[in-house]
């Protein structure tokens, strides 16, 4: 009375995936590597969906899914940083031409005892060849008699935006 029983397709019997395991052990490695292994464990995953048994091809998506976010992540942040320092130090470069440029207009000031009027301010700068870090001329702007603007247009180019730099 002794019944044998016959495997119905068990994960024991159902194969083998060897490209889902060797893409869930690189996923794994990835988590190790902090996400630099993972993008290749993701991708290699997802080749072996295509092939059951899926269960390591899933698991190997998810890991290698997660530590590529994990990567990229701290890509972008790290490009993020850069740009950030390299923004100030064209800052402080173009605050230092922009001071140069004050004291053009005031040296005119002094020697004609008014400030210049705006095409004329202008044409000065310009013939000074003071340009902001972005490679572009600044502008004199006079408000009154007694004030003016230094502008540079910032790293758009363009002026009268919110990212143009001024000193008055």
Known sequence: THRTRRCRASRCC??????????????????????????????????????????????????????????????????????????EQQQDQTEVVMEQAVAS???FHREHKTLPEGIDGNKLLIASDLNDAWGQSLRYDPIDDDE??????GPDQKFDTSDDLTLQ
């Open 105 to 107: 207009i005031e040296q």
């Open 14 to 87: 159902r194969g083998f995936n060897g490209v889902g395991i060797l893409g869930r052990m690189i996923s794994l490695l990835g988590v190790f590597t902090f996400g630099i292994a993972s993008p290749l464990g993701l991708l290699i995953s997802l080749l072996a969906l295509g092939k059951r048994p899926r269960f390591a091809a899933w698991t190997g998506t998810i890991l290698g899914g997660a530590g590529t976010a994990f990567l990229a992540l701290w890509g972008w942040a790290a490009v993020a940083a850069f740009n950030a320092v390299e923004y």
């Open 148 to 153: 003016y603007l230094i502008r540079s247009a």
